[in-house]
T-cell receptor, first 113, second 113 residues
Framework: QQQVKQSPQSLIVQKGGISIINCAYE??????FPWYQQFPGKGPALLIA?????SEKKEGRFTISFNKSAKQFSLHIMDSQPGDSATYFC????????????FGSGTKLNVKP | EAQVTQNPRYLITVTGKKLTVTCSQN?????MSWYRQDPGLGLRQIYY???????DKGDVPEGYKVSRKEKRNFPLILESPSPNQTSLYFC????????????FGPGTRLTVT
């Protein structure tokens, strides 16, 4: 059973548009929520992360929105660019054991020029 | 350059033939992990290590072994590979207990026939 559910599986967005990827979790012990970006042939790389004490975190064009009561968090990519085309994974890690990570199933984003 | 390296990058083998995938990091990180990535399932953690000689199971440890005899190295051992272990494998490392960012290696694509 997947501890972190991610949607959509794939996403096509026009250049300049907003890309939105959603994740949901059940385990309230999760305390750290990172997003990873993966290009073909490469390992995932940390993009942005949030702790549950804030509802939003922004870094450049990338924003995480976090809804603790709904147990959901999402990644928003503003002004999406073709260079953003990649697979995105959300993940969660547990309070007291930041060595265990649970990943979503991934979203393949294609930004069309 | 700070990095996580894995070898080999590609491996085709036959059922039952023992193999080892090496992982090495040059960042003096305490924490290291192994993941497998499968379509539609995202990344799943196999084993992780908190320090030399300290390892623990992740979500999918069956059929795998690890060892951590030196801080920089964390090999993944498949004693008797089976076709269901055909996957893309990633090694990752993390600095300290208060640093959540994981650095991933480039991946090893394993095919077991």
């Amino acid at each position: 059973q997947q501890q972190v559910k991610q949607s959509p599986q794939s996403l096509i967005v026009q250049k300049g548009g907003i890309s939105i990827i959603n994740c949901a979790y059940e385990n309230t012990a999760f305390d750290y929520f990172p997003w990873y970006q993966q290009f073909p042939g490469k390992g995932p790389a940390l993009l942005i992360a949030i702790r549950p004490d804030v509802s939003e975190k922004k870094e450049g064009r990338f924003t995480i929105s976090f809804n603790k009561s709904a147990k959901q968090f999402s990644l928003h990519i503003m002004d999406s660019q073709p260079g953003d085309s990649a697979t995105y994974f959300c993940a969660a890690s547990m309070r007291g054991n930041f060595n265990k990570f649970y990943f979503g199933s991934g979203t393949k984003l294609n930004v069309k020029p | 350059e700070a990095q996580v390296t894995q070898n080999p990058r590609y491996l085709i083998t036959v059922t039952g033939k023992k193999l080892t995938v090496t992982c090495s990091q040059n960042m003096n990180h305490e924490y290291m992990s192994w993941y497998r990535q499968d379509p539609g399932l995202g990344l799943r953690q196999i084993y992780y290590s908190m320090n030399v000689e300290v390892t623990d199971k992740g979500d999918v440890p069956e059929g795998y072994k690890v060892s951590r005899k030196e801080k920089r190295n964390f090999p993944l051992i498949l004693e008797s590979p089976s076709p269901n272990q055909t996957s893309l494998y990633f090694c990752a490392s993390r600095g300290t207990v208060s640093s959540y960012e994981q650095y991933f290696g480039p991946g090893t694509r394993l095919t077991v026939t």
